[in-house]
């Protein structure tokens, strides 16, 4: 069980231990909150994730007002794990390409692997509009992909800081992923070449055809060994247990062992090239 469910689950035997405590069963909270009585159960029982509005409710209804701010505070907490892309995005997606260069700043070694497109600090401009504009399409969120685009470039900064150390780790299907043009496909591809001869960075990709050690469900990102952050279809899951950062660390480990890294990549890459047709 992840750390944002083990919390919700929290949330939710407090809520139901605030709703005993004032003598009232779901189906009679319900009603008093207008409520069908299946929302007060999925809340209990941790299956949905209450707003700060349905909080007030709760407190007003079961004579604990007090609690309120408490409450608020749990939810506020709970959410910084589990952030939906709707959200993140509200302000267009120039705020969370900042936040990315602030948590990169403080970090001094970072490790992605991508399963499904190049990681933002290896993408060229171009390839960056696609993507962002595609993630700005689906979430329907406002359209700032220029001034998103700016930044993540403005990212990419950190890479020539040799106090640094980057490790990246792509599978080759993200090579043949047309997330864009095969022009602009082949730009990225001659760019990530380019990458592989800078010192503090490895780039590690992982061929067709290799045996994984386990499902390859998403990527993820790890902060030195403090922080990973996943991305999912629907949101960002920031996760800080110590145990689950280890596990992450773990798996990075043993998929890079498939990785091939230097001349070897440097060799897929070119053969992805002279692969890639219009």
């Known amino acids: 069980m992840s750390g944002f469910q083990q ?4 949330l939710g035997i407090h809520l139901r231990e605030l709703r005993r405590a004032a003598g009232l069963n779901g189906k009679e909270l319900a009603a008093l909150l207008g409520w069908p009585p299946s929302k007060v159960s999925k809340i209990e029982h941790g ?8 909080l007030a409710a709760w407190a007003q209804a079961v004579g604990a007002p007090h609690a309120v701010e408490a409450l608020t505070a749990r939810l506020r907490a709970l959410e910084t794990h589990y952030v939906t892309w ?5 302000a267009g997606t120039r705020p969370r390409q900042q936040a990315s260069l602030d948590l990169e700043a403080r970090s001094g070694i970072i490790r992605a692997m991508e399963t499904a497109v190049v990681p933002g600090l290896l ?3 171009e390839y960056a509009h696609h993507v962002l504009q595609a993630w700005v399409t689906l979430h329907r969120t406002p359209d700032d992909v220029p001034e998103g685009v700016r930044v ?3 990212r990419q900064l950190v890479l020539y800081d040799l106090s640094k150390r980057f490790h990246f780790l792509i599978c080759e299907t993200v090579l043949r992923a047309r997330v864009c043009p095969a022009a602009v496909l082949r730009g990225q591809i001659d760019r990530l070449i380019a990458l592989t001869t800078l010192n ?3 780039l590690g ?6 045996e994984l050690p386990f499902p390859v469900l998403h990527g993820f990102w790890v902060f030195d060994e403090r922080v990973v952050l996943v991305e999912t279809l629907g949101a960002e899951i920031t996760v800080t247990d110590e145990d689950e950062i280890q596990l992450y660390l773990q798996a990075f480990d043993q998929a890079a ?8 990549a440097r060799a897929l890459l070119s053969d992805t090239l002279v692969d890639l047709t219009d």
């Open 7 to 10: 919390e919700r689950d929290a």
């Open 47 to 54: 299956r949905q994730t209450p707003t700060e509005a349905d």
């Open 86 to 90: 709707r959200r993140q995005l509200r």
């Open 123 to 125: 993408q060229t401009p």
């Open 152 to 154: 993540r470039m403005q």
């Open 200 to 202: 503090n960075v490895a």
């Open 205 to 210: 990709i992982i061929p067709f055809g290799v």
């Open 257 to 264: 062992g498939l990785a091939v890294y230097g001349e070897r």
